[in-house]
């Protein structure tokens, strides 16, 4: 028997040691309350012997009214019989600090299988859970901050891969966020959209620099969008290449900027090209006929008695007659030529890759088809009208384009110097 009892304590004391070296707090408790063991970890918490925490409960070592889960836990786990994993929140005396552990207690039995106690052990997590709460405030604060920046912002790996989109790319793909992240583009947006958009993806993955692009796309209802993408290279230890993207409507502006664009190109009663434009696309093609020895042929068309128009009528009805004008004048055009109002009643038409006599049948075409143009308003009567017009062809010889064009102007003057309502060719 003295063996045995050797032997056991020998085991105890090997036990206690064991249990004395685990950072985590161990301990049993008996159905009233009381300690009936604690590890070292549980005494250098309450600063206490083993001596002075057996026997006594937690009323001696917690503010229990600031640890109330500890109490419900206990008694879950003897009254109940049943097994608790769980956190408590303990206010320790001895440290007058607050302290969040993560606790698991199990009942203990008798030799009879009746609970007669429970053993407990807890880890303490207040310094995660600090980080934890850091982590999470620090998150919320970015999701906060990308969710309502002016932008669509998305990190994809470069398998096409979204690892975030922000809660503008969500509604831009018709979905939620977290129904996006973890899927690849070609699963989440129409295949040519995807494939256009990693065009430029493919450019950062290449060349592992950052890429600023337009893109353009088109939605469901055939509206062009239109954007300033900004793509950064994202990398990370064992982890697929990837990149961040900052893509930026831009399409208020880029209608606006084309709003101003037209307007400085067009005449804005008749919405034809004006003289500034017609002048510098003129010299491209006269640049582009004379290295390739191209025909090229200026038409030029002058209303003819515009000013009785304007002193009998008034120039808003002087204006409706420019307007429909300009627009028969359009009817006639192919897609090569150049349409513009010049100034005032004159107009010229620029035809690209066109001899003379094409030319010539063209304009006495035009010269029929104004004539025959009534133009009917709220005034008495009709107004008929007609022009007259001068034609001219770029020739080997000429320095530039304004040698043409002014030779159409004289053949304009022919014309109306010979009676008006006629073709000239100069």
């Not at 290295?291 to 042929?297: D, I, N, P, Q």
């Not at 133009?375 to 007259?388: A, P, R, T």
Request: a negative charge.
């Amino acid at each position: 028997m003295s063996k045995e009892k050797n032997t056991t304590t020998a085991f105890d004391s090997i036990k206690n040691q064991v249990l004395d070296s685990i950072d985590s707090f161990i301990y049993t408790k008996d159905l009233s309350g009381k300690y009936t063991y604690a590890n070292q970890a549980v005494l250098d918490l309450f600063e206490k012997s083993l001596a002075d925490v057996v026997g006594f409960d937690d009323s001696h070592f917690f503010d229990l009214a600031l640890s109330k889960q500890l109490q419900i836990n206990d008694r879950l786990v003897m009254d109940q019989a049943i097994r608790i994993e769980s956190e408590e929140s303990n206010f320790i005396k001895a440290k007058n600090e607050m302290h969040i552990y993560k606790v698991v207690k199990k009942p203990l039995y008798n030799s009879k299988g009746i609970v007669n106690g429970m053993c407990g052990i807890s880890t303490d997590i207040t310094a995660e859970k600090k980080l934890q709460e850091q982590l999470n405030e620090q998150s919320y604060l970015l999701d906060t901050m990308l969710n309502n920046i002016d932008a669509h912002i998305y990190v994809k790996d470069c398998e096409r891969t979204f690892l975030y989109v922000n809660s503008r790319v969500a509604e831009l793909f018709g979905d939620r966020a977290e129904n996006i992240i973890g899927k690849k583009d070609t699963d989440v947006l129409p295949k040519e959209m995807a494939e256009h958009f990693y065009q430029s993806d493919q450019q950062v993955f290449e060349t592992n620099k950052k890429q600023v692009i337009e893109e353009s796309t088109q939605t469901e209802a055939g509206d062009i969008c239109h954007y300033i993408s900004t793509k950064v290279p994202f990398n990370q230890p064992d982890k697929l290449p990837a990149l961040i993207g900052f893509s930026t409507d831009v399409t208020e502006l880029f209608n606006l900027k084309e709003k101003f664009k037209q307007l400085a190109n067009t005449d804005p009663l008749t919405n034809l090209y004006n003289r500034r434009f017609f002048t510098e696309q003129a010299g491209k093609e006269y640049q582009r006929a004379k290295r390739y020895s191209l025909s090229m042929t200026l038409i030029s068309i002058d209303i003819d008695h515009f000013k009785s128009i304007n002193d009998q009528y008034g120039h808003p009805v002087g204006d409706q007659v420019l307007i429909e004008v300009a627009k028969q004048l359009q009817a006639n055009l192919r897609q090569t030529d150049i349409l513009a109002r010049i100034g005032g009643e004159e107009f010229s038409i620029l035809l690209p890759e066109t001899s003379s006599q094409s030319a010539m049948a063209f304009a006495e075409r035009i010269r029929e088809e104004q004539s025959k143009l009534k133009i009917i308003g709220d005034w008495q009567g009709e107004i008929k009208l007609s022009v007259s017009i001068g034609v001219s062809s770029f020739l080997p010889s000429d320095e530039a384009f304004d040698a043409l064009f002014s030779r159409a102007d004289k053949a304009l003057y022919q014309a109306k110097n010979s009676g008006r309502n006629k073709v000239f060719y100069l």
